[in-house]
């Protein structure tokens, strides 16, 4: 039996080579949103932390210079919490976009993927049909070999 050959070979190493590079980009940015997501998580703890820690020090009684300096600690980190958190959001965004990518990519690979198997499918039947073909040849030849000797 000869080798299937599928002529579209090249364009499904191709297709599979895309669809890895955006496996790759589409994983950079999973890291990256999870990355920024602690960060977000740690400051938060931070601004626990300092908030805990600046009441119990006013309980105490502190003076206005650093009871000043725990407020704009404070303040400057509800800021970088809110512009991690919109970083986050435009993170998820290109995640998102990134998926979508993936997915396009993987179908195009796929739709190659058929065709070959379709095509595969159609060559083993082809090679089966003629197979068959010659085996009923001989065995009509052989029959009429026995039928011509018994004559």
Same mark, same amino acid.
């Given at each position: 039996m000869?080798k299937?050959?599928?002529?579209l070979?090249?364009v499904?190493?191709?297709?599979e ?17 999870k990355?920024?997501?602690e960060?977000?998580l740690?400051m ?6 300092m908030?805990?820690?600046a009441?119990q ?5 502190v003076s206005?210079l650093?009871f000043? =300096?725990?407020?704009?600690y404070l303040? /400057?980190l *509800?800021s970088?919490i809110?512009?991690?958190? $919109? &970083? ?6 290109i995640?998102?976009v990134? =998926? ?5 990519? /993987?179908? *195009? ?5 058929r065709? $070959? &198997? ?10 089966q049909?003629?197979?068959q073909?010659?085996?009923?040849d ?12 018994n004559a």
């Open positions: 000869k299937f050959d599928f002529r070979q090249p499904l190493k191709y297709r080579h895309l669809e890895n590079i955006a496996k790759q980009e589409y994983f950079q940015a999973s890291m990256d949103v990355a920024v997501h960060m977000i740690q938060e703890q931070t601004f626990r932390i908030a805990d820690k009441e020090e006013t309980v105490k009684g206005a650093l000043r =300096q725990y407020n704009d303040d /400057s *509800e970088d809110a512009l991690k958190r $919109k &970083e986050h959001e435009q993170l998820q965004r995640l998102a990134k =998926q979508q990518a993936l997915t396009k990519k /993987s179908v *195009e690979r796929k739709v190659i993927e065709l $070959k &198997e379709k095509r595969r499918g159609e060559y083993v039947e082809k090679f049909a003629e197979e073909k010659r085996a009923d001989m065995s009509s030849l052989k029959k009429a070999r026995d039928v011509s000797e």
